[in-house]
């Protein structure tokens, strides 16, 4: 059973970089979607990106609103991927969760979320 | 980007008795090369993570309750509880696949007892 860690600051201040990172237990990278995923406070979820390491392509996909400003990169390494959202400002204020899936069930594990706020 | 839209926003179920969940999506999710409809069902519960319920629209997942079910093609689709249990208060998800990105989702419906 794959289990995802993740951690990161969660206190910024307007046009700092938002950093986290989710480390992988049980399972290794490829053949699965990496993913970062989104709330803010009482909404709903948004997808920021994700890595594709199932097919030979493999890359990246952001969301298009998000694009200029978001990095998405693993570290096999370490089992780790990780997320950098820079210029953050207040409307980035969110719970972050990182998650594993693959071409059927897109989203099947997630981590336990991190709540980041955007705050001078 | 595929706009998913649910309905009701929020119901009042007494225990034991059926909840059902409306998702409709703005074009087809329905993918002719596998004939699969590229939907997943999520179940939040306060301070948690959302979890997998239903992938590919029906599919439920290993460690769901036989009650969840997901049903629908193409753009229309439904999540029936069919005995609402009090551990099933939460806020449900629909979200396609089908196109990306984004994966896009729903807007949530909240399921309370009555």
């Known amino acids: 059973q794959v289990q995802l860690q993740q951690w990161g600051a969660g206190l910024l201040k307007p046009s700092e970089t938002l950093s986290l990172t989710c480390a992988v237990y049980?399972?290794?990278?490829?053949?699965?979607?990496w993913s970062w995923i989104r709330q803010p406070p009482g909404k709903g979820l948004e997808l920021i990106g994700e890595?594709?390491?199932?097919?030979?392509?493999?890359?990246?996909d952001y969301h298009p609103s998000l694009k200029s400003r978001v990095t998405m990169s693993v570290d096999t390494s370490n089992n780790q991927f990780s997320l950098k959202l820079r210029s953050v400002t207040a409307a980035d204020t969110a719970v972050y969760y990182c998650?594993?899936?693959?071409?059927?069930?897109?989203?099947?594990?997630w981590g336990q979320g991190t709540l980041v706020i955007v705050s001078s | 980007d595929i706009v998913m839209t649910q309905s009701p926003d929020s119901l009042a179920v007494s225990l034991g008795e059926r909840a059902t969940i409306n998702c409709k999506s703005s074009?087809?999710?329905?993918?002719?090369?596998?004939?699969?409809?590229?939907l997943a069902w999520f179940q939040q519960k306060p301070g948690q993570p959302p979890k997998l319920l239903i992938y590919?629209?029906?599919f439920r997942e290993s460690d769901v309750p036989d009650r969840f079910s997901g049903s629908g093609s193409g753009t229309d689709f439904t999540l029936t509880i069919s005995s609402l249990q009090a551990e099933d208060v939460a806020v449900y998800y629909c979200?396609?696949?089908?196109?990306?990105?984004?994966?896009?989702f729903g807007g949530g419906t909240k399921v309370e007892i009555k």
């Open positions: 979200q396609q696949y089908y196109s990306t990105p984004p994966l896009t």
């Open positions: 890595i594709n390491q199932i097919s030979h392509r493999g890359g990246t």
């Open positions: 590919w629209a029906s």
């Open positions: 998650a594993r899936g693959s071409t059927g069930p897109r989203l099947q594990s």
């Open positions: 049980g399972g290794s990278f490829s053949g699965y979607y």
């Open positions: 074009q087809s999710v329905l993918s002719r090369s596998n004939n699969k409809n590229y």
